[in-house]
């Protein structure tokens, strides 16, 4: 099978087992779903808006009346188009679309830091294990075992503390500041980046000594390997042999790294959107555990199966440039 | 004769061991930790871990080290607590984990075909998923959880990396000579997997074993961070929990969310060190030239 065909049907195969994951877990616990969660909420005595409307939307939506199969197959084919039903919380608001209003600050926050963390990570480490780098660099080796096992939300809570409570140099939570309307003009621009500098620092910084240290090992595996003298002895420039036989040759198992991580690194981001309150999907998904919207749960977890899946795929696309032998 | 083999491996394993700083400082880290939820009950009062036992906002004083939180219990007295509560939970869901993972990964590699595709597809479709998502849609729908029930909860999901390691160890193993040598001295595929090749694969299982533990507190924390923890006992992450729920940060009671946060750190660099040692012990081409 072509190597396109294959990652293609990895994708849609993983996006169709996580919306089973869905379909069946509320199901193995007692009662039917939508009562069971509404009596929940009414034993919090929470009160709950249009609660016959809702409760009329999912028996139909789920066809409890129906055989177990059919439910599941009307259940995939509404998933599939992206109608992930109604949010409890926000009612005659849809799941999809609170989802679609969170969107663009994670996905702003996320693309940016990670990329950040990555190339940053990457070239760091490979100038760790370059012999004729800087000396001073090898003293950076501890600092980056410390990040690379610190988590994310703990190194942001950290930061909070010193650079928006102690220090008070930058906003302490928020994407903007509160009073003021979204627009494209220069002042809410520079806003909303001076309020993303810290939560992108900790996944930035929390991601970096990861890469550092995958970089720096396959820079060591790949010292003294026949291409490299090769290189050095037609007289190469170091730079040249740096960027284009090892960095090259090294970044392949890293690409591979980042496919595998890119789920940690949203789950990462999502807890950091909880301390920054940083209105994306994570600050919904925060929302939406403390009023017990099971709903808009279910669509959090299956939107970020989703990204990290597409990611996934993207990285796979990417990765015959890199390396041509792959797609043969 | 054999057992002097095992004595032999066992003393160089040790020195080996003794000699990685890495490996030293690591396991010291955890001990300290151990230590903590060992010796603690010994100085401090348990029983100030309840809510309103003691007054509640108090700063760190003599009476009170670490302070008091706005639930009114003693800090000290939760990490006392906390500390055994969350080590057990890591140690439980990343033993379980990688029990599943090795079993898996044994009978894939080992019978190969079908047994194979099937196991390695479910692999690398979990490992694509965040776990996170799957655990909101759990710890949703199961109310209530305990520290055990969630142990169990997060194992179920951290066997997909030792189930990949171990399967690419089986492969290569059952190619050596002496596996071949066991079938024709008329073995069966079970006493092969039990005698010759378990054996092998035992010191790679118990390097990720601590690989898994790290994984499964990260994920454990993460879930009560978010307040799906067990909410009557008083782990670390819930503690940081209700730091965030009560704005602890803010209102600048650094000593109710910074000690459990240093714990942690301590646990996550022990735990970090101890697995980059472990994985060099066995996989001796990552030790660095020195």
């Known amino acids: 099978m072509p190597y396109f065909v294959r990652r293609l049907i990895m994708f849609v195969v993983v996006v169709i087992f996580a919306a089973t994951l869905n379909f069946i877990i509320p199901r193995l616990a007692p009662g039917d779903p939508i009562s069971s969660v509404l009596e929940e909420l009414r034993a919090r005595g929470q009160t709950v808006q249009a609660e016959d409307d809702i409760v009329a939307v999912y028996r139909e939506r789920f066809g409890l009346d129906k055989p177990l199969h059919e439910q599941y197959i009307s259940y995939l084919v509404n998933t599939l188009q992206f109608d992930l039903g109604y949010s409890i919380s926000y009612f005659p608001q849809t799941v999809e679309s609170a989802l679609l209003n969170a969107l663009p600050w994670t996905i702003g926050l996320l693309a940016v830091s990670t990329f950040m963390a990555f190339a940053l990570g990457t070239l760091l480490g490979a100038l760790l294990a370059w012999p004729r780098a800087p000396q001073f660099l090898q003293g950076l080796i501890p600092l980056f075992m410390l990040l690379s096992a610190i988590p994310y939300y703990l190194l942001a809570l950290l930061l909070m503390y010193v650079f928006g409570f102690l220090l008070k140099v930058l906003p302490l939570g928020g994407a903007y500041t509160s009073a003021t309307v979204p627009s494209l003009s220069l002042p809410f621009i520079l806003d909303v980046i001076k309020h993303g500098i810290l939560p992108g620092l900790s996944i930035t910084l929390a991601g970096l000594g990861f890469w550092a240290l995958g970089m720096r090992g396959t820079m060591v595996t790949i010292q003294g390997e026949d291409y490299l003298t090769l290189a050095e002895a037609k007289g190469l420039r170091d730079r040249r042999i740096f960027f284009g036989y090892a960095v090259r040759n090294a970044l392949l198992p890293q690409i591979t790294a980042l496919a595998i991580a890119l789920g940690s690194v949203a789950s990462g981001a999502v807890l950091v959107e909880v301390v920054f309150n940083y209105p994306g999907v994570g600050w919904l998904l925060y929302n939406a555990l403390r009023s017990s919207d099971y709903y808009l749960i279910q669509g959090v977890a299956f939107f970020l199966v989703l990204t990290v899946a597409l990611a996934v795929l993207v990285v796979d696309l990417i990765y015959p440039l890199l390396d041509p032998r792959i797609v043969r | ?290």
């Open chain 2, 1 to 290: 004769m054999i057992r002097k083999n095992i004595i032999q491996r066992v003393a160089h394993s040790a020195t080996y061991m003794l000699r990685n700083p890495k490996l030293l400082l690591g396991f010291s880290l955890l001990v300290f930790l151990l230590l903590i939820g060992i010796a603690g009950p010994l100085f401090v009062d348990t029983e100030k871990a309840r809510p309103i036992s003691v007054p509640s906002n108090m700063p760190p004083s003599a009476e009170y080290p670490l302070g008091t939180d706005s639930g009114g219990r003693d800090i000290l007295a939760v990490i006392v607590v906390g500390t055994p509560q969350t080590l057990r939970m890591g140690v439980l869901a990343g033993f379980f984990g990688v029990l599943l993972g090795t079993m898996l990964g044994l009978f894939a590699g080992f019978y190969g075909g079908y047994i194979d595709l099937i196991i390695s597809g479910l692999t690398d479709t979990m490992l694509t998923i965040p776990p996170l998502a799957v655990l909101l849609v759990v710890a949703a729908s199961v109310r209530s959880v305990s520290v055990d029930t969630m142990a169990i909860i997060i194992a179920a999901l951290s066997w997909m990396f030792p189930a990949r390691t171990i399967r690419a160890q089986v492969l290569s193993l059952k190619e050596q000579p002496y596996i071949s040598m066991a079938r024709l001295g008329g073995l069966g595929n079970f006493r092969i997997i039990i005698e010759e090749i378990l054996p092998n694969i035992l010191p790679l299982a118990a390097a990720s074993f601590v690989g898994a533990t790290s994984g499964a507190i990260l994920a454990g924390i993460g879930l009560e961070v978010l307040g799906l923890g067990p909410q009557r006992a008083p782990t670390l992450g819930m503690t940081i929990y209700w730091a965030l729920l009560y704005s602890a940060l803010i209102r600048g009671m650094w000593w109710w969310w910074l000690p459990p946060i240093l714990i942690l750190i301590i646990l996550f660099v022990g735990l970090f060190l101890t697995s980059a040692a472990l994985d060099e012990y066995v996989n001796p081409r990552l030790r660095s030239k020195r």
